[in-house]
């Protein structure tokens, strides 16, 4: 074989050893998802205000006052025979709850117990539960309290003539009950 013959086969090896240039791919971006936010309990959405209105009933065994919502199931009822009966509508879960009241004339907390999505609570009829009568007629915002849960806020605006009479009934049925106690 001749030199000319054996340098061009010797070049040939030479290539053939030698790797094929690498072409450059780019890959897209990896895809990093979106952190999720857990909302925590103080930026969570709160209860809703809902706006009340007032109705009354008198009748001999029983005065009644309802602040219903102008939309939707939440109300109070304080229905006075005896004692003094206090019933929110709009709570849930069951167990022990309370019903708070809040406003111009005063605040006040009964004991409750929560079942079926009421909240009910029983009182004395007698004079500190007359004031907190008063108070909840001049206005103001209900609500059911169970552990760190909160019902709606229901506000009633101030009663009129139409409580001031309704409380009538309530000291006519304190009389009775007190002339029960002593006769």
Known sequence: MDRRCW????????????????????????????????????????????????????????????????H?????????????????????????????????????????RSSGGLASATRPLDDAGVAELLAAIDGGAFSVAAGQWRSDTLTAPEAGVSGRDWIGCVRDRQQAAARALSG
Do not use: K, N, Y
Request: with cysteine; net charge positive; aromatic share 4%.
């Open 72 to 112: 939707g199931p939440v109300a109070v009822t304080i229905r006075v025979d005896e004692a003094v009966h206090v019933t929110m509508a709009g709570s849930r879960g069951s167990g022990p709850a309370a019903i708070v009241f809040a406003g111009p004339g005063g605040t006040w907390r009964l004991r409750a």
């Open 7 to 70: 340098g061009v086969l010797v070049a040939v090896a030479v290539a053939g050893c030698q790797a094929a240039p690498v072409r450059q791919v780019a890959s897209p971006p990896a895809r990093v998802p979106a952190p999720v936010r857990v909302p925590d309990a103080a930026s969570a959405p709160g209860p809703a205000r809902i706006a009340g209105r007032w109705s009354f009933s008198v009748a001999r065994a029983a005065c009644v006052a309802r602040a219903g919502a102008l």
